[in-house]
């Protein structure tokens, strides 16, 4: 006999992994089998209408409710650039370059969302060189694509390209980087190829911009066009993260002035108009990196703005005395729609041959409190000397 079938409710808890990238939508003409197996880490609430069993392959009407995350963890660094072959090889780690992450690796790994600069491009070879105005102020970035498997290796999942080093090596460069980013299972921002991205990861789908005022990468003067991708980034995901490579460079310049900044003549914007506007806009989580020293954090709206997080690990060719070789983590926590819930910044401090190492003297952390008081005494947060941070209004 027939048996009518009106409904089917199908509950599916699969494992989670922070690595695993699925695709941003699935097709409801899909068998059941071939739904399930393109999202094994979301739980969906599956109802079938059709006459049998034996047919609800071609009479079905699947409708997907995605279970969101109560909390997401996002930890994000500054500029890293893990070895370059140009103008030498003496420039580059030893090995596959592995040990530079031993004491950041879990801390990055461990969270949701992990988040990076990179500073230069990834291309074994060739490519045109950028001329500088100043060959003594010019530095040309070129890591080997075998050194990259660490960003994958070590939990990234969002890389911005935006920033004065991305055209070192011209379209070719810029290219093959995105190439390789891709090939890692990567996303990436920035560039003028690729403004901005989706992607899906873990339960979430993130959009993700990025900025800088270099040739090559999405302008962050084009107040414009910032607003009209952060919009359409916010009514397409769940949360934006928005990242800017600006600021004027070194230790006379740790404030932020909420003024427009310049650095030997060039225009680096204002990073306090150009925050919340993003937030405004639809940002949730905004991401500063450019001075290669940590600034301010400051929460606006209930979404988080860190102004600099520095150098991170940056190899061979950075200057990495007093501040410039504070690396910090920043581990943020949020709800699933990117309100900011709590923080912690974790210490490192970078060496020139060695990576980044715990700091038991807490120098980021230390650095980051003082500026955050001194720039933004309205700040509705609190951070600790272990590095915690606490939002006052709940």
């Given amino acids: ?6 409904f089917l409710i199908l509950v599916v808890s699969a494992w989670s992994c922070k690595t695993v990238k699925t695709p941003t939508s699935t097709s409801p003409d899909l068998p059941i089998s071939e739904v399930i197996e393109a999202k094994p880490d979301t739980t969906y609430l599956i109802t079938q209408k059709g006459d049998t069993l034996s047919t609800l392959s071609q009479e079905i009407d699947i409708s997907i409710e995605r279970l969101l995350p109560d909390t997401v963890t996002i930890a994000a660094v ?13 420039y580059l780690p030893d090995g596959d370059g592995d040990y ?6 879990p801390t990055l790994r461990n969270a949701d969302i992990t988040f990076g600069n990179l500073e230069g491009t990834v291309l074994n070879e060739g490519g045109d060189q950028k001329e500088c105005n100043n060959p003594k102020l010019c530095y040309l970035f070129r890591s080997p694509e075998y050194l990259a498997a660490n960003f994958s290796e070590n939990g990234f999942d969002l890389m911005s ?3 004065n080093h991305a055209n070192d090596f011209g379209e070719i460069g810029r290219k093959n980087t995105q190439r390789v980013l891709d090939s890692l299972g990567i996303a990436h921002a920035g560039s003028i190829d690729q403004p901005y991205t989706i992607t899906k990861i873990g339960h979430l789908k993130v959009g993700f911009c990025a900025f800088a005022p270099n040739r090559g990468t999405a302008s962050i003067h084009q107040y414009e066009r910032i607003r009209s991708t952060i919009q359409l980034l916010d009514s397409l995901t769940d949360i934006v993260v928005a990242s800017f490579h600006a600021g004027a460079e070194g230790s006379k310049h740790q ?15 204002n990073v306090y108009e150009l925050s919340h506007l993003m937030i405004d806009n639809g940002a949730d989580v905004v991401l500063g990196h450019g001075p290669h020293i940590v600034r301010a954090i400051e929460v606006y ?4 703005i860190a ?7 940056t190899y061979g060719r950075f200057n990495l005395r007093g501040l410039a070789g504070e690396a910090p983590i920043l581990e943020v926590e949020t709800d699933a729609t990117g309100k900011f819930l709590k923080g912690k910044i974790h210490a490192f401090r970078q060496s020139y041959s060695d990576g980044p190492r715990n700091d038991l003297n807490l120098s980021s952390i230390k650095t980051i409190q003082r500026l955050s008081l001194e720039d933004f005494p309205e700040n509705p947060i609190t951070i600790d000397n272990d590095g915690e941070i606490f939002y006052l209004q709940k």
């Fill in 100 to 105: 530079l992450w031993d004491h950041v690796g």
């Fill in 255 to 269: 404030h932020v002035t909420r003024k427009r900044e310049y650095y030997y003549g060039e225009d680096r914007g």
């Fill in 78 to 90: 500054g500029d890293i650039m893990v070895g370059t072959n140009f103008p030498n090889k003496s």
């Fill in 301 to 304: 709206k209930e979404r988080i």
């Fill in 307 to 313: 102004y600099s997080l520095g150098n991170f690990l």
């Fill in 1 to 6: 006999m027939k048996t009518k079938l009106f």
């Fill in 161 to 163: 390209v935006a920033n």
